[in-house]
């Protein structure tokens, strides 16, 4: 569920390294799964998405895993920039919950130069 | 292309003054509009969600308000601003699609 009131964790790595956050999340009848990113000041921006029947996502330099086993995501960053110093959100939603995401606290990523 | 704008970006108020917060969405028909707030270094807490003209739904009990007077347009508001309603407000849409997308926020900062 949203975790309002919890301070952000900090993920701290140099630039160049590979990047893991990751998310755990409660409800098992969630279909659909999203990472957002938001840099300071802005809106969050989605990043990836995946469905439940998939265990694994690739995007450009981002890979999302889903274990619905043990109810965790995680959002892997290849080669870390500079600019991917933001800090992360993952969501869920199920089919029937009319586009009702589930916030998870976020993490905030920051990178050495 | 859809795209959403928040305004102002920025506002400064007096605790017991009124507040009024615009979002209008470009592109799209009926969309499912969202109000968020955003604490500092926390995260994302839902307000209100519309599922159409005049339909609202709040999510948690407080100080604040909201209207959808037109389809693509949807208002936040206060009678009376508390120090506790300083924030990050995020405006948010989904049509088709099943993630939000984010407005470019406003910041609330409440003396």
């Known amino acids: 569920g949203e975790s309002v009131g919890l301070h952000l964790p900090t993920l701290s790595v140099q630039e160049g390294d590979n990047s893991i956050i990751n998310c755990a999340y409660s409800?098992?009848?969630?279909?659909?799964f999203i990472w957002y990113k938001q840099e300071s000041g802005k809106g969050p921006q989605f990043i990836i998405d995946?469905?439940?029947?998939?265990d694994k996502r690739q995007g450009q330099r981002v890979t999302v895993l889903l274990n619905k086993t043990v109810k965790h995501l995680s959002l892997q960053i290849a080669a870390t920039q500079p600019g991917d110093s933001a800090v992360y959100f993952c969501a869920e939603t199920r089919n029937n919950a009319g586009n009702m995401l589930t916030f998870g606290g976020g993490t905030r990523l920051m990178v050495k130069p | 292309s859809q795209t959403i704008h928040q305004w102002p970006a920025t506002l400064v108020q007096p605790v017991g003054s009124p507040l009024s917060l615009e979002c209008t969405v470009e592109g799209t028909s009926n969309p499912n509009l969202y109000w968020y707030r955003q604490a500092a270094g926390r995260g994302l807490q839902l307000l209100f969600y519309?599922?159409?003209?005049?339909?609202i739904s709040s999510e948690v009990p407080q100080n604040l308000s909201a209207s959808r007077p037109q389809d693509r347009q949807f208002i936040l508001s206060s009678k009376k601003l508390l120090l506790s309603d300083s924030g990050f407000y995020l405006c948010a849409w989904s049509g088709t699609l099943v993630s939000l997308l984010f407005g470019p926020g406003t910041r609330l900062t409440v003396l």
């Open positions: 995946i469905r439940s029947n998939m």
């Open positions: 409800n098992s009848a969630s279909d659909y």
């Open positions: 519309s599922v159409g003209i005049g339909q």
